[in-house]
């Protein structure tokens, strides 16, 4: 399963789900896509179908392992992973380096088991009001689920993962 970002950081004012969508239909990939949030809907473990979340890698584009699988990302060690590594966005640049993200950090809106935090994820990703507080993580941590707050007024990264696997 690939882990994408979208081409632009977001504040906590978006619509994840439909932007990594489009983003992916517009990059060519046929399967399906969803932000790497944790939702009022959801929680961010139970993004990827029950089917898929043990066998199969999570990926770049590139196609170099990020995780063994999407369930290795909620053992509770944050979602630890080789920061050598690099994350693309769906136009090929690598978020870690590339200037379009001045700030290395994802939005999450998770514990770092993957469990929505209700309390932070910017009123379920629809608030860039500087007084709301969303959950993100510091990419430099080389982890995806570290526990930060921040104001929802910041533009950070925003990942998407493939749902489901379409062979």
């Known amino acids: 399963l690939h ?13 994840a789900d439909f932007q990594c969508f489009r983003q992916a239909q517009l990059a060519g990939l046929t399967s399906t896509y969803r932000a790497f949030l944790s939702s009022h809907l959801q929680d961010l473990a139970t993004v990827v ?10 990926v770049n584009l590139q196609g170099e392992t990020l995780f063994s699988n999407w369930e290795s990302i909620f053992d509770g060690n944050g979602g630890q992973f080789n920061i050598h ?3 693309y966005s769906f136009d090929g640049k690598n978020i870690m380096t590339d200037s379009t993200w001045p700030q290395k950090i994802i939005w999450h809106g998770s514990t770092a088991n993957g469990i929505r935090l209700v309390s932070s ?14 959950q993100a993580s510091p990419l430099n941590t080389g982890k995806l689920l ?5 104001s929802c007024n910041n533009l950070f990264i925003v990942l998407c993962i493939e749902n489901s696997f379409v062979s």
């Open 49 to 58: 179908r029950k089917t898929d979340r043990y066998h199969l890698p999570i």
């Open 121 to 134: 994820y910017c009123e379920a990703w629809h608030t860039a009001d500087m007084g709301a507080m969303g």
């Open 85 to 87: 590594i690099p994350i």
């Open 3 to 15: 882990l994408v970002a979208l081409n632009f950081p977001l504040s906590g004012d978006m619509r």
């Open 146 to 150: 570290d526990q930060k707050l921040y």
